[in-house]
């Protein structure tokens, strides 16, 4: 695997994590926060998270596979 692959894999890593902590004290707080994106505002919620964290593992698994 090529370093940028590997700097990459690393990065995403690192966003699950952190997308799994706050999707674990948003689901303990119960908290939904209103963000603004762009001229829609949209609700975020642990199950947010929950769909950036699959994503994240997709790209991860992607990158692992031999080219």
Known sequence: MEDASRRVIRFLEKEIKTYAALALFLAKTEIKVRVRVGEKEIL???????????EAKGLVNELRKPN
Request: no cysteine.
């Open 44 to 54: 975020m919620s642990p199950a947010y998270y929950k769909e950036r964290i699959k």
